[in-house]
């Protein structure tokens, strides 16, 4: 929060194309403090929700962004005590700050919790739990952005599954666990007529929650697509009468459809499946298939390497060390699971389910995405990237493997590891003791921490200056 205070106020703000809605009144000096202070937070996409938790959605390509998160800044913004008066701008951006510190708390609380859970490894799950915290895609945890919300109730919702939180996309941790469950028991093989009766119970049991998991999911995005309906596609009578003429010029002169006015009905009202989300991509940002494969978006693939080389060299690590478990998609029982020997890390049984999701995220946003957002968009919604950070420093950096003052090879004595009076090494922060030794580091860690903090910190530069960023 300081770092982008001080970038936005020694950058002046690029003069960019996105969406800027008018700001009525003249702005008090509380207003122009918090400007000062917070204003790199409401860049970019942020407009858009702090627009909607002011609002509400007036414009159709706002549709784009779910209500979740400007309701909560809307929530917030009206309990907060405010004893100098501030425009509505200013109490959501202070609101989005307190929040989104709070989230992204919360969520590395909730990846530490996964970790241990399916690492079974506690330095790996806190290693990657503070990798978490100097994430590549740190600026868009702390601006008025939803990502530290998703991160939050995705890891949550991964370590404890339940309907409704966490995203569609994230439904196969519902259904993974019971399939894998009906496979091993289908692999001990035909058992009397009444075994088998019970095994057809349990078969459509598991089929029915399976079905009431995934409605519980998709319910929540289906009743807003209805929403935006009912909004864009009905008459929209007198909707449009408290709309500032300033805001409807903006949307004449940027072509936006605005609620309640007059014309034709939006193209999408007429579909079978009237989904205004997927309309909005592909029409405003034109989202698809293939469609940023152009030559001017080289600059942006380079943007997106980084984390397209980690996540694929997550994967291909894991499924070279289980090629057998990949190919049987871990619904095969091996026999050191049988004797209770499972392979715990990165590497083990328990995390194929989250490579997969990983891969397919990386996957879909490589080839179907605007691919610059690759970094945010795994960095807040699956754990791989922190964890497989972590396995690669754990397993190829003497310096975490150390468990004394010095250097194990050099001899050199370590910074950021005191012995106590009792002669026990005091608890340290392995982030910080690697960049206090940064030259005695391998060229893999610095390569991994050069990636996470020098985007973390470009982030701040950029982004907070609406200059092009992830």
Not at 14 to 25: K, Q, V, W, Y
Not at 150 to 174: D, I, K, V, Y
Not at 404 to 419: E, N, W
Request: one cysteine or more; proline letters at 7%; a positive charge.
């Amino acid at each position: 929060l300081v770092l982008q205070a001080v970038f936005n106020l020694l950058i002046p703000d690029h003069a960019a194309d996105a969406f800027s809605p008018p700001r009525p009144g003249a702005a008090g000096g509380g207003d122009a403090l918090l400007e000062r202070l917070l204003g790199g937070l409401g860049r970019w996409d942020a407009e858009h929700f702090l627009f909607i938790a002011e609002r509400g959605y007036l414009l159709e390509h706002n549709c784009a962004f779910l209500p979740l998160f400007p309701l909560s800044l809307r929530a917030l913004c009206g309990l907060l005590p405010c004893p100098v008066p501030l425009q509505p701008r200013g109490r959501l951006l202070l609101s989005a700050a307190l929040l989104n510190a709070l989230l992204s708390a919360l969520a590395a609380a909730a990846l530490l919790r996964l970790g241990r859970a399916v690492l079974r490894r506690p330095r790996q799950a806190f290693l990657a739990a503070l990798l978490f915290s100097v994430s590549p895609a740190g600026v868009f945890m702390a601006a008025a952005y939803s990502e530290s919300m998703f991160a939050a109730l995705a890891f949550s919702a991964m370590w404890r599954p339940e309907p409704g939180a966490g995203g569609m996309l994230n439904a196969g941790f519902c259904l993974y666990p019971r399939a894998r469950r009906l496979g091993l028991q289908l692999q001990a093989g035909p058992g009397p007529r009444r075994q088998l009766r019970v095994l057809w119970k349990q078969v459509f049991s598991l089929a029915f929650s399976a079905a009431l998991m995934c409605a519980g999911i998709f319910l929540p995005f289906a009743l807003f697509q209805y929403y935006a309906y009912v909004r864009f596609c009905g008459p929209g009578t007198g909707l449009a009468r408290d709309i500032p003429e300033a805001l409807l010029q903006l949307a004449r002169d940027k072509g936006y459809r605005v609620v309640g006015v007059g014309g034709d009905k939006p193209p999408w009202c007429s579909q079978r499946f009237p989904l205004v989300y997927s309309y909005i991509q592909d029409t405003y940002w034109n989202v698809g298939f293939l469609r940023y494969f152009e030559l001017r978006q080289i600059p942006n693939f380079l943007l997106a390497l980084p984390v397209t080389l980690l996540g694929s060299w997550a994967a291909w690590t894991y499924v070279s060390t289980n090629p057998r478990h990949c190919l049987t998609l871990g619904l095969e029982r091996r026999k050191s699971e049988e004797r209770g020997k499972a392979r715990d890390g990165f590497c083990g049984p328990a995390a194929f389910v989250y490579v997969v999701h990983a891969t397919a995220l990386l996957v879909f946003g490589f080839f179907c995405m605007h691919v610059q957002v690759l970094t945010r968009f795994l960095g807040c919604s699956s754990p791989i990237l922190y964890w497989f950070a972590a396995h690669l420093l754990l397993e190829h950096e003497p310096l975490l493997r150390s468990t004394g003052t010095d250097h194990p090879t050099s001899g050199k004595p370590l910074l950021g590891k005191s012995p106590s009076s009792c002669g026990k090494g005091t608890s340290d922060n392995p982030v910080v003791r690697l960049l206090l030794n940064w030259r005695l580091m391998t060229p893999l860690s610095k390569s991994i921490l050069g990636f996470f903090l020098g985007y973390w910190l470009l982030g701040l530069i950029l982004h907070c200056n609406f200059l092009p960023w992830t």
